[in-house]
């Protein structure tokens, strides 16, 4: 089986840094996902990661660690619009993927 | 370009029907996912398919549902028999290959069964 631990709910300042971790433990692990997810609306790809180290895209950045079953993303400047829900998911070779529960973001002023 | 359609948007019916869930992927993905996601909670995978093929189909909660994908488009998702436990938003995604590749979601169908 697989299982995918991220924290449930996180607060956040405008402007700051904040990293959500996501630990898994998978068989035939092919690579990892985070993807964003405003309520009420449908889920949006972030960043996906196959290969150990850190992934940069913009504000936002994943880091894996696959020996360690471990990913992290890293949200820098943040802004209002970043408050959501943050999806962690691992992808198998046999083409499942399973997401874990989410991580609740809310920026604050 | 036209992204991944789902059909109906919402829909309630009474314990014990069956329901008809549609997607449309994008044109060319050959890859074609259903999740359902509850209330607050995260994304449950139930089926994936590459082309009109489903190579895993151990997602599914039971025996009530089904997936079929022809012409490697079109996916229906057919719940029978449903259950108040079955009320969900039931998403479809796709993707380009399906090794690995982004997944672009629909917007879901809301489901309630009362």
């Known amino acids: 089986g697989q299982n995918i631990d991220q924290p449930t709910e996180m607060t956040a300042t405008e402007g700051a840094i904040v990293q959500i971790n996501c630990t898994y433990q998978?068989?035939?692990?092919?690579?990892l996902f985070w993807y964003q997810q405003h309520a009420g609306e449908a889920p949006t790809f972030l960043s996906y990661?196959?290969?150990?180290g850190l992934e940069e895209k913009g504000r936002f950045s994943s880091f894996l660690s696959r020996s360690k079953g471990y990913s992290y993303l890293l949200l820098k400047e943040l802004q209002m619009k970043d408050s959501a829900s943050y999806l962690c998911a691992v992808y198998t070779n046999a083409g499942k993927s399973t997401f874990g529960d989410g991580t609740t973001l809310t920026v604050k002023p | 370009g036209a992204g991944v359609s789902q059909s109906p948007s919402n829909k309630v019916t009474e314990k014990g029907k069956d329901v008809e869930l549609r997607c449309d992927p994008i044109s060319g993905h050959t890859a074609l996912y259903w999740y359902r996601q509850s209330l607050g909670q995260g994304l449950e995978f139930l089926i994936y398919?590459?082309?009109?093929?489903?190579?895993?189909k151990s997602g599914l909660p039971s025996d009530r549902f089904s997936a079929e994908r022809t012409g490697g488009s079109v996916s229906t998702l057919t719940i029978q028999r449903t259950q108040q436990e079955d009320s969900a938003v039931y998403l479809c995604?796709?993707?380009?290959?399906?090794?690995?590749?982004?997944?672009?979601f629909g917007p879901g169908t809301r489901l309630t069964v009362t």
């Open positions: 398919f590459q082309g009109n093929s489903a190579p895993d």
């Open positions: 990661n196959v290969l150990d």
């Open positions: 998978t068989s035939g692990f092919n690579g």
């Open positions: 995604a796709s993707s380009l290959v399906g090794t690995g590749d982004e997944q672009y």
